[in-house]
């Protein structure tokens, strides 16, 4: 155990997992949109699209579980009933609500501008574990990085006329949807101490993604299997997802919030990219540009105040 606590507190261990996370992450911006395309889904099928979550999430959280039981802790993902009621607080928070308000939001606007908008989710846990935990205290460096962070979203918000592009069912829900990740960090720190990383987030995901499906289906949601594309799509996205989570759910449970969560900065800078690669979307604007030099130097900054 001190072995592993050595390891997932190393800064260069910590930073080469945390980018690692984010670039899967950065990845799920175009996949939602292509995934949406593949199966048919249109921009006002909104039960479809939460189906469509749902069975990518249960399909993480199953992931997460096999590979589990083919670990020596294998005997640790057994769940107790003193488990129920936090790991379900946290599946409510990062899985369900986070991604119900995304799934609808993302369809909304860009691929560019919804990994944008994701810098909320590193600044709402740093402000968060400020809150929940002492030794996590909000410091001059971390607020400046949170400014930085605004003043980039908005640059990016600001249309051809100068004006505010902002509408409640795209930016407006996918900054709600990074609120409540934000939330569940804190709550994936609190509750992973004493638990097996592996059985939080495999479990988070499967409860998570089984609401999803039943939301999706009570409101007349369907998914229809065209070809193997579909299968596939669906597929990366849940392995994706699984690992990325079972990741940072265990540097959450070694680490400040704030050092981790900040990470999530540089999932503007990779959602962008794939975004530019996959959807051809015009990443080169002047907007785009300063937004994402605002919102990347915010990792620095929040960093720096970390003493190994």
């Given amino acids: 155990m001190a072995k592993q606590k050595k390891l997932m507190t190393n800064t260069f261990f910590v930073a080469v997992i945390a980018v690692f996370c984010t670039i899967l992450w950065g990845t799920a911006f175009p996949g939602i949109k292509i995934g949406y395309e593949m199966f048919k889904i249109g921009a006002d099928d909104i039960a479809s699209k939460i189906l469509f979550a749902g069975e990518r999430f249960a399909l993480s959280g199953i992931t997460v ?27 409510l928070f990062q899985t369900f609500l986070q ?32 809150v929940f935990f002492k030794n996590d205290s909000l410091t001059f460096k971390k607020v400046i990085g949170c400014i930085l962070g605004v003043v980039g979203i ?8 100068g004006l505010f592009g902002f509408t409640f069912m795209g930016d407006g829900l996918v900054i709600l949807s990074n609120l409540s ?11 992973s101490n004493n ?22 289906l009570l409101f007349g949601g369907n998914l229809y299997f065209y070809d193997t594309s579909c299968v596939l799509i669906l ?15 265990m540097l959450l449970s070694y680490n400040d919030v704030s050092r981790i969560a900040v990470f999530n900065l540089l999932i503007p800078v990779f959602g962008t990219m794939w975004s530019g ?18 919102v990347s130097s915010g990792i620095f900054i929040v960093n720096f105040n970390i003493k190994q």
Avoid: C
């Fill in 65 to 91: 579980l096999f590979i589990g039981l083919l670990t020596k802790d294998r005997k640790k993902l057994k769940p107790q009933k003193k488990d129920f009621a936090p790991i379900a607080l946290l599946s």
């Fill in 235 to 249: 597929l990366y996205l849940a392995a994706m997802a699984g690992i990325a989570f079972m990741l940072w759910t």
């Fill in 277 to 294: 690669i996959f959807l051809h979307e015009n990443i080169f604007t002047l907007e785009n540009i300063i937004s994402l030099l605002l």
């Fill in 181 to 191: 990740g934000a939330a569940g960090n804190v709550i994936s720190k609190k509750i």
């Fill in 99 to 130: 991604y119900l308000l995304l799934y609808i939001g993302i369809a909304n606007i860009t691929g560019t501008k919804s990994s944008l908008l994701t810098s909320v989710a590193a600044f709402g846990s740093v402000i968060l574990s400020a």
């Fill in 154 to 161: 908005i640059i990016m918000n600001i249309n051809g006329d």
């Fill in 195 to 216: 638990r097996s990383p592996v059985k939080v987030s495999g479990y988070q995901l499967l409860i998570g993604g089984v609401g999803l499906i039943l939301t999706g």
